[in-house]
């Protein structure tokens, strides 16, 4: 695993997520998670899902989306800034089900081991699954009020060497 920042949420942190620019109005009320879920949340709970480094942020959404769709679809990508909060870190070792940790179907006991970590802490750092030496953020958008903001965004621009297949 890439090792943690030394001073996650104890002097703020910046995240990353990847936007599609018609939605970027609103980013932070998770309505894509509220409305289908995710895989460390069920839906119908609100949880913005975003990485500690854009480059992993990019990839959780490709895996979902395509690097084709990322590349003919505008985007926008979004610094969010964590205020000094305490942010729970889930190890892989705390996760209940190894194969969680895999890629693969979401399993919904694996959605409520994630809504039970949310109900006790609105900021929670995962391994991702896509790169699996980088961290995600699940940021409880309702408790997590005041605790998280848009720091800057910027249009983003796949490298479309992405979208050859050779």
Known sequence: MTPLPAALGENGLVVW??????????????????????????????????????????????????????????HQLLAVEIAQAKIHVAQPDDIANPNW??????????????DELLASHPLVAVPSVVSTHSWNLLIDAAAADGLFSL???????????????R
């Open 101 to 114: 940790l895999r890629p693969g179907s979401i399993s919904p006991n694996q959605q409520k081991f994630g």
């Open 17 to 74: 997520r990847l936007e599609r620019e018609r939605y970027l109005s609103t980013w932070h009320t998770a309505e894509g998670a509220f409305q289908v879920g995710g895989r460390w949340s069920s839906a119908g709970r609100r949880v913005i899902y975003a990485s500690l480094d854009p480059a992993t942020t990019i990839l959780e959404v490709a895996v979902h989306k395509g690097f084709n769709v990322l590349d003919s679809v505008a």
């Open 151 to 165: 720091k800057s965004h910027e249009r983003f621009a796949l490298d479309t060497r992405l979208t050859v297949i």
